[in-house]
Nanobody
Framework: QMHLVESGGGLVQAGGSLRLSCAAS????????MGWFRQAPGKERAFVAG????????YYADSVTGRFTISRDNAKNTVYLQMNSLKPEDTAVYYC????????????????WGQGTQVTVSS
């Protein structure tokens, strides 16, 4: 079992920045592909960004490309999501997730999930 805990959410004005963190425990973090997802009220959970086990590959949803950056520190068992130029439509609960040997965006392919952190962007 892998335990994931997100932090760093909050309220920010449009155009601002936030950095989310996700601390992992319980499994060998460096063996897992990590992803960030988000869920807005009344909408399905959606992929935001992913990063390979060794951080050599990253991939993003079109809606955040150029504004968000995913990174990881395997020594600290932590994955990050730097969010810049935030828009009101980025408002959602953000979740980190972990999977093995999968480099895509499907929610059902990720095995472990955090509890989520709220990000609210005001206009």
């Amino acid at each position: 079992q892998m335990h994931l805990v997100e932090s760093g959410g909050g309220l920010v004005q449009a155009g601002g920045s936030l950095r989310l963190s996700c601390a992992a425990s319980g499994r060998t973090f460096s063996s897992y592909v990590m992803g960030w997802f988000r869920q807005a009220p009344g909408k399905e959970r959606a992929f935001v960004a992913g990063i390979s086990e060794n951080a050599r590959s990253t991939y993003y949803a079109d809606s955040v490309t150029g504004r968000f950056t995913i990174s990881r520190d395997n020594a600290k068992n932590t994955v990050y999501l730097q969010m810049n130029s935030l828009k009101p439509e980025d408002t959602a609960v953000y979740y980190c997730a972990a999977t093995r040997n999968y480099y895509g965006s499907r929610v059902d392919r990720f095995d472990y999930w955090g509890q989520g952190t709220q990000v609210t962007v005001s206009s």
